[in-house]
C-alpha cells in the first residue's frame, strides 16, 4: 500500500478516536466521566479484534473486543446498520456491571466493515450499594443488572422497551439515561466519521489499511521483544479485606519474541467482590503494556498477539461465576496492573536500550468512595470522590515521580476541581494536599500521593453516606525497583461526631486538628452526617535505587517542599538537617551507619 | 558484561554488584539467597499510616561486600523471595 495512504489512514483512525472522546465528555452529565476521565473508546474490525485502542481505561482495550466478539456470536444474522448493543456482564467480556460498554457495528453498503466501543462508569446500576461498587454483595446477583448483550439501538430507533427496563432498575435513572446518551452519540460519531474515511479511500483500500496496522503493531513489538534480554521476572501483591489476605503472583517469562503472564499461586477468589474474571485479568495486564512497551506502536490486535496469560481457574483472577466482582477494578485488576508494571519494569530496566523507560509502580491503590445522599439543590446525588485519578507517578530511572501524577492504566486521569465536586454535593472540603511521606524513597523519590478531609455542608438531610472499597490501606502496593521503597498506603479515617459537646473546628487544617473519635474504616457504608468529617489519604508511587545514595540537596529541597519529612529525612535518606541547612558530617556518619545496619542480620 | 537492573549486573556467569563488581551468586542461583538481608517493618516508616500490617516488612537486598542496597520487595513472613533472573 502506498505509505502516505495508510500513513493518513492510521492518523484519522486517531482523530476518529478523539472526537469520539470528546463527544462522550461533552454529553455526560458526570464528573467521573468529564474530569475523571473513567472512559475509553475504541475501533475493532469486522471481526472484533482490536484496531485502534484509545485513551481512557486501557484495562477496556481487550474486553471491549471481547464485547465486539461475543456480540458477534450471540446476534449472529441479526446485525444491522444502526443497531447499537449494551454489555456489561463481567462472565462475558466486561470489568464490573457499572462500567458499561455500547459496542456499534459499521456498516458500509450493507456489509459490516468495523466497530466502535465504549465504556463510562454510569451513575448506578442497581447494586445492593449506590454507585456500582458493592462491597457488601456475596455473588453478582447483588451488584446490579448485568446484560452479556442486548440491543439498545435498532437501525437507529432506540428500542423503548429495553431503554425503560433499564432505567427501571437504577437508582437516578435520568443522570444513567444521560450517562447511555452520551454513549451512543460517542459511537454515532465514531460510526460517522469512519464512513467518511471509507467514503474517501474506498472500504478495500481502508481494510487493507487496517490488515496492515495490525501486522504492523505485531512486527514492532516482536521486534521490541527480541531487543529485550529473555528472563523471567516475579511480582506480588498482597490485597486485604476484613481481616482476610489475598496474593496475586505474577512470574513473567520473556523468550524471543514472545511474553507469558502467569499468575499460578495467587489466591482462591475471594467472597469479597475484589475478584476478577480472565477477560479483566488480561485487560489489567495490558494496560501498562500498551505505555510502557508500545508506547510508539498502534495498540491493536497485533500487539496482543505474542502475548500469553495463565490465570487459573478459580482464583482471585480467574473468579467463576457467580463470585463478586464490582469491586475488581480497584481490587484484583489494579494488583495485576500493578505487578505487571513491576515486571515489566524490570524487563526493561535489564535492557541498556531501554532502561530509561522502566518505571516504578505509580498509584497502585484506587480509593473508590462513592457519596450518595440528597444534595443541596434537592436531588439525589451520587458520584466518586475523583481524586482517586489524581494519583502518584513511579519514580523513573531518570527522574522522580510525578507527584499527583496520575497512574499508568489511564493516561488522561485527572481529579475534579474541588469546586465542581462541593457544587455537586452538599459538602465542604477542609483541605486537599498532597501527602508528606507518601512517595516511595529511592535514589529516585516516587511522586506523592494526596490527603483531604470533607465535612457535611449545606445538606438537607444533615449529611450523606458514602460507600467506600477500600483496600490498600494494610499493604504498601506501588512497589519500588532496584531498592526503591514502595509508596505509602492508603487510609479512610471516619471522624465521628464530638460526644463532648464541643464542636468540631470547622476550619481543621489537618487530621490530628480534628476533633471526634478517629475511626479507621475501608469496607462498607458509613455515615458523613452531621458534625463527622471523612480524612483521606492516598499512596504515592515507588521509588527506584538507593535512598542513602540519594543527593542531599534534593532531600532538603523535599523536606523545604513538605513532600519528605525531616524524620523520613533522617531514618530512611540517611540526611541530618539543621537549621544552618544540610549537616555534611552528620549526614556522612549517618549513611555510614545506616549501611553497616544492612549487615547486621547477616546473608538471606 | 550484561546488565541485569540498576544495581546488578551479570559478569562472567556470576550475579555481581554493579556498585563495586564484587560477586554475589552464580547466574544460575538466587542472588538474594547470598545478599545481605535487612528488614524494615512497613509500619516503622515514617508515614506508615494508621491501618498498616504490623508483619509486613520491606525487604532489603544489600551487596555483602559494599553495602550497596541492591533490590528491596514488601513481603510477609514466609514469602519465599521474588526471584528474577536474566537468561543469557
Known amino acids: ?604 | 558484561m550484561a546488565r541485569i537492573s540498576m544495581m546488578l549486573l551479570r559478569l562472567d556467569g556470576r550475579v555481581c554488584c554493579a556498585s563495586c563488581k564484587a560477586p554475589i551468586a552464580a547466574a544460575t542461583d538466587s542472588w538474594k539467597a547470598r545478599a545481605a538481608l535487612s528488614e524494615t517493618p512497613v509500619a516503622g516508616l515514617p508515614g506508615a499510616g494508621l491501618g498498616v500490617d504490623r508483619d509486613v516488612v520491606v525487604r532489603q537486598f544489600s551487596c555483602p561486600s559494599c553495602g550497596a542496597l541492591l533490590d528491596s520487595e514488601t513481603a510477609l513472613p514466609g514469602d519465599p523471595f521474588l526471584e528474577d533472573m536474566v537468561s543469557g
Open chain 1, 1 to 604: 500500500m502506498d505509505p502516505v495512504t495508510f500513513s493518513i489512514i492510521r492518523h484519522r483512525l486517531f482523530r476518529v478516536v478523539e472526537e469520539a472522546v470528546i463527544t462522550l465528555k461533552h454529553v455526560s452529565g458526570s464528573a467521573i466521566t468529564n474530569e475523571g476521565h473513567d472512559l475509553m473508546v475504541s475501533l475493532y474490525r469486522a471481526d472484533g479484534s482490536l484496531l485502534m485502542g484509545g485513551v481512557g481505561f486501557l484495562h477496556h482495550l481487550t474486553s471491549a473486543s471481547e464485547a465486539c466478539k461475543s456480540i458477534i456470536r450471540r446476534f449472529e444474522g441479526d446485525i444491522e446498520e444502526g443497531d447499537i448493543f449494551l454489555l456489561n456482564d463481567p462472565y462475558t467480556a466486561a470489568l464490573h456491571t457499572s462500567d458499561v460498554y455500547l459496542v456499534a457495528p459499521i456498516h458500509h453498503d450493507r456489509k459490516l466493515i468495523a466497530w466502535s466501543a465504549c465504556f463510562v462508569h454510569v451513575f448506578d446500576i442497581g447494586a445492593m450499594n449506590p454507585g456500582g461498587f458493592a462491597p457488601d454483595a456475596t455473588d453478582i446477583f447483588s451488584e446490579g443488572f448485568s446484560s452479556p448483550g442486548t440491543k439498545l439501538v435498532s437501525r437507529g430507533r432506540l428500542r423503548q422497551d429495553v431503554w425503560d427496563t433499564l432505567l427501571n432498575m437504577v437508582r437516578g435513572p435520568e443522570m444513567v439515561a444521560l450517562d447511555l446518551r452520551s454513549m451512543i452519540a460517542c459511537n454515532n460519531v465514531a460510526r460517522e466519521r469512519m464512513l467518511s474515511l471509507v467514503d474517501k479511500y474506498g472500504p478495500q483500500t481502508v481494510d487493507e489499511a487496517f490488515r496492515l496496522l495490525i501486522e504492523q503493531s505485531e512486527q514492532r513489538l516482536r521486534q521490541r521483544l527480541r531487543e529485550l534480554p529473555d528472563g523471567r521476572w516475579q511480582s506480588r501483591q498482597y490485597l486485604e479485606v476484613k481481616g482476610e489476605v489475598f496474593r496475586v503472583v505474577l512470574t513473567m517469562t520473556k523468550s524471543d519474541d514472545s511474553l507469558t503472564f502467569d499468575f499460578t499461586g495467587s489466591s482462591p477468589q475471594s467472597r469479597f467482590s475484589v475478584n476478577c474474571s480472565k477477560w479483566a485479568s488480561l485487560g489489567g495486564l495490558f494496560a501498562p503494556l500498551f505505555p510502557l512497551l508500545c508506547y510508539d506502536i498502534v495498540w491493536n490486535e497485533g500487539v496482543i498477539r505474542p502475548i500469553t496469560m495463565v490465570a487459573p481457574e478459580g482464583s482471585i483472577v480467574n473468579c467463576i461465576r457467580p463470585a463478586p466482582v464490582s469491586v475488581a477494578t480497584v481490587g484484583a485488576i489494579q494488583s495485576v496492573n500493578n505487578a505487571a508494571c513491576s515486571t515489566i519494569g524490570k524487563m526493561l530496566m535489564a535492557s541498556e536500550k531501554y532502561a530509561e523507560e522502566a518505571t516504578a509502580v505509580w498509584h497502585a491503590n484506587h480509593f473508590a468512595i462513592f457519596m450518595f445522599g440528597n444534595n443541596q439543590h434537592g436531588r439525589l446525588a451520587i458520584g466518586i470522590l475523583t481524586e482517586t485519578f489524581a494519583g502518584a507517578g513511579g519514580a523513573r530511572t531518570f527522574a522522580d515521580g510525578v507527584d499527583l501524577g496520575g497512574e499508568i492504566p489511564n493516561p488522561i486521569s485527572r481529579m475534579a476541581n474541588v469546586e465542581t465536586i462541593e457544587a455537586a454535593f452538599p459538602i465542604r472540603y477542609l483541605f486537599r494536599r498532597r501527602l508528606q511521606d507518601s512517595g516511595g524513597p529511592g535514589f529516585y523519590r516516587g511522586g506523592a500521593g494526596g490527603e483531604l478531609a470533607i465535612v457535611p455542608h449545606d445538606a438537607p438531610d444533615g449529611g450523606m453516606h458514602y460507600v467506600v472499597s477500600g483496600k490498600g490501606t494494610k499493604f504498601p502496593q506501588s512497589e519500588g525497583l532496584a531498592g526503591g521503597f514502595p509508596g505509602g498506603v492508603n487510609d479512610y479515617v471516619w471522624v465521628k461526631t464530638p460526644t463532648t459537646g464541643a464542636n468540631a473546628d470547622p476550619f481543621a487544617q489537618s487530621l490530628p486538628d480534628m476533633a471526634g473519635e478517629k475511626m479507621p474504616v475501608s469496607w462498607g457504608v458509613f455515615p458523613l452526617m452531621g458534625q463527622d468529617a471523612l480524612y483521606v489519604r492516598w499512596n504515592g508511587g515507588g521509588g527506584i535505587g538507593d535512598p542513602l545514595e540519594r543527593d542531599p540537596e534534593a532531600v532538603a529541597h523535599d523536606v523545604l517542599d513538605r513532600v519528605v519529612s525531616p524524620a523520613a529525612a533522617a531514618q530512611v535518606y540517611g540526611v541530618v538537617l539543621s537549621s544552618d541547612g544540610i549537616d555534611r558530617d552528620g549526614t556522612q556518619q549517618r549513611r555510614a551507619a545506616l549501611r553497616r545496619g544492612r549487615f547486621a542480620r547477616g546473608t538471606a
